[in-house]
């Protein structure tokens, strides 16, 4: 019976850990869908041709360029790089 709830517990987290990195590695478009539904045949992706994707970076100090976070700004969910809300992401480190 202890080694039952041992191998419970052990099946139990590494299940949590594949869950969790699943869900990190989502794409999501911009209405939050995720990218099984996005790449259906009657659903365009958005055009920057494959350079960058949703991959859950909410912050400027995560991005790499000014297009990368305007592409984030634009289509995925939960960015926080835009304070003044002005349409213009990561104007003090990027798009200045």
């Not at 699943?22 to 041709?49: A, I, K, L, M, W």
């Amino acid at each position: 019976m202890k080694w039952l709830i041992i191998i419970l517990i052990v099946v139990g987290l590494y299940g949590n850990q594949v869950a969790k990195k699943h869900r990190q590695e989502q794409v999501y478009d911009s209405s939050g869908t995720t990218t099984e539904e996005f790449n259906s045949p009657t659903t365009e992706q958005p055009s920057n041709n494959g350079q960058f994707k949703c991959d859950g970076r909410t912050h400027c100090s995560s991005m790499t360029s000014c297009a990368e976070a305007t592409f984030f700004l634009q289509n995925c969910p939960g960015v926080e790089m835009d304070g003044n809300y002005d349409g213009v992401p990561c104007e003090k480190q990027w798009c200045n």
